[in-house]
């Protein structure tokens, strides 16, 4: 018998879903930039690319999904993607948590902002299943995050709360060892992927 996790993990990728998915994505992509727009006006340009973490992921996944679309794929994008939506989801959802508890209120564009990115990070995981990624994907997206937390906190570019501007060192430690572990997550992805690999050689050999 089919699990229920087996027809989920068919029906996300059913082409009117991937479809309906890669429009809300890249329209919550183009909303994000234009939310990050005022602090891109404040930035020098060699920091810019480094600036709106949020819809730079999701763009990551925007793209992925343009590519299954076409029966394309990505091992670099697919990691990209998997990492950034997972890490910079749960990040923002912590933030508007921890200014929730700093200002006593986050109104209806903090809620949704949670809503929205706690979705970023579901989805990354929902589709576990799919990803192809392998080590050296991995390896050039741990490069590329772990580099960010550096811009970030290290030359002051990082997402601007002001509410919680007394707190950056905490945050970006607490940012730092949330990179490691979706970081280690993926790696697990790798393996699995690199196992689902072996076993499929091994069956059409037999």
């Avoid at 989801?89 to 564009?109: K, P």
């Avoid at 809620?111 to 706690?118: Q, T």
């Avoid at 080590?135 to 509410?163: C, E, K, R």
């Amino acid at each position: 018998m089919v699990s229920s996790m087996q027809k989920l993990s068919v029906w996300l990728m059913y082409r009117p879903f991937l479809l309906l998915l890669f429009i809300v994505n890249l329209l919550g992509t183009i909303y994000g930039y234009i939310w990050y727009g005022w602090q891109l006006k404040i930035t020098e340009p060699k920091f810019l690319i480094f600036v709106p973490d949020s819809p730079t992921a999701s763009l990551f996944f925007t793209i992925i999904l343009g590519l299954w679309l076409f029966g394309k794929r990505s091992p670099l994008f697919e990691a990209l993607a998997f990492i950034t939506l997972i890490k910079y989801g749960l990040w923002a959802v912590v933030m508007n948590f921890l200014t929730l508890w700093q200002a006593g209120e986050i109104g209806w564009m903090g809620w949704m902002l949670i809503g929205s990115h706690f979705a970023m990070a579901l989805q990354a995981v929902l589709y576990i299943d799919h990803y192809r990624f392998g080590w050296w994907s991995v390896a050039l997206t741990a490069i590329w995050t772990l580099h960010n937390d550096v811009i970030d906190y290290v030359f002051g570019q990082m997402p601007i709360y002001s509410s919680l501007n007394d707190y950056s060192a905490q945050i970006g430690y607490f940012t730092f060892w949330l990179s490691i572990a979706c970081i280690a997550f993926a790696c697990y992805v790798a393996n699995l992927n690199k196992a689902r690999a072996y076993q499929l050689t091994n069956t059409d050999i037999s």
